[in-house]
């Protein structure tokens, strides 16, 4: 099923010719597929339909988005998590409410909030990193955003989805779980190339393997990622692949550090995402420094990396 209506003028946002389209992943519940491939800054969105209708994330494109509020009267947006590429239209929805997880709430209310939790204040490239944030994605406020937590469920008279924390991307980062169909909408635990990706300071590599755990428990038959398709094959053993690149990292800064390192010289090593394009641009020179952070502090308390003067040496 595809949304009525397409693009037009100033309203194509790098729109492609699946954007907007409703895939049916069991009666009443759809995936709404993104612009661009759902290639960032936009996200794939769910969609419950029932005798009211539920959103999961406003991060398709506003085409998209306005297309579907032509289509389908919206009475209740969840967010997944915190991050802009998730939320960006939330604006379109002013009288309806909007929901995230109680951990995510204030970054979505407040851009001080944001901005400390991605952790820039007073960093050197500080106004340089908000100018880039703020144009990546251009900003405009929406609705008060009020709090849900872990394990609510969610029933307009359709299919009842239930949310599932899953911290680590975010300190709130939620699923949300399909029990009849047994079909998890993860959000950004999405077993691409890119992931997994802890780059803020909120973020946790121990809490994202853990969730990674809390999904394979849960025994989705449907994995339902927001930046790439669904999967039904083999999902326990493709995510147990994607968390082992956590550990995989951990041995290759090991292995780099063999030879002291300055933190600044290992970041320049990108032991995260490698030759990938822009690597030295924002945003992947700040992800690639907090994450690096993030993996010397874990193999440091394992006494596997110390400090050798102002230099970083495996032990």
């Known amino acids: ?22 895939e049916e992943l ?13 290639r960032i800054p936009y996200a794939h969105s769910l969609l419950a339909l029932g005798d009211q ?8 494109g506003l085409d998209v988005l306005r297309r579907l509020r032509r289509s389908h009267r919206i009475h209740l947006v969840l967010n997944s998590h915190y991050h802009r590429d998730h939320n ?31 952790g820039i204040l007073g960093r050197p490239d500080e106004r340089e ?40 991307h975010s300190p709130g980062h939620c699923g949300f779980f ?31 393997a853990s969730s990674i755990d809390r ?33 995989e990292r951990d041995r290759y800064i090991r292995e780099v550090l063999r030879a002291p390192a300055t933190l600044d010289e290992l970041v320049r090593r990108h032991p995260i995402y490698g030759a990938r394009i822009g690597a030295l641009k924002l945003p992947f020179r700040f992800w690639e420094e907090v994450m690096v952070r993030k993996h010397i502090a874990r193999l440091r308390s394992r006494g596997l990396v110390r400090k050798a003067g102002n230099r970083l040496v495996s032990v």
């Not at 209506?5 to 790098?14: E, M, P």
């Not at 069991?26 to 759902?38: D, E, I, K, M, T």
């Not at 927001?226 to 326990?236: E, K, R």
């Open 1 to 22: 099923m595809r949304l009525d209506g397409g693009a037009q003028g100033g309203d194509r946002q790098a729109a492609d010719g699946r954007a907007g389209l409703l």
């Open 88 to 118: 960006f239209g939330n604006w379109l929805f002013r009288g309806v409410p909007i929901l995230a997880h109680v951990r995510d709430a204030p970054m979505l209310n407040s851009l001080a909030v944001y901005f400390r939790k991605m």
């Open 26 to 38: 069991s009666p009443g519940l759809y995936l709404v597929r993104a612009q661009n491939s759902a």
């Open 178 to 208: 399909h029990r009849d169909s047994r079909t998890l909408f993860s959000a950004d635990i999405c077993p691409d190339a890119f992931g997994p990706w802890y780059g803020h300071a909120c973020s946790s590599a121990e809490d994202f």
């Open 129 to 168: 990193i908000r100018r880039f944030t703020m144009t990546f994605i251009p900003h405009r406020q929406g609705p008060r955003v009020r709090p849900f937590r872990g394990g609510d469920l969610f029933d307009l008279g359709g299919p009842v989805l239930e949310a599932v924390h899953l911290p680590g």
């Open 215 to 247: 999904i394979i428990r849960l025994g989705p038959s449907r994995l339902v990622p927001a930046h790439s398709g669904p999967v039904d094959q083999d999902i326990a053993g493709i995510l147990r692949r994607y968390q082992a690149r956590i550990e």
């Open 53 to 60: 209708n539920l959103l999961v994330d406003t991060g398709t």
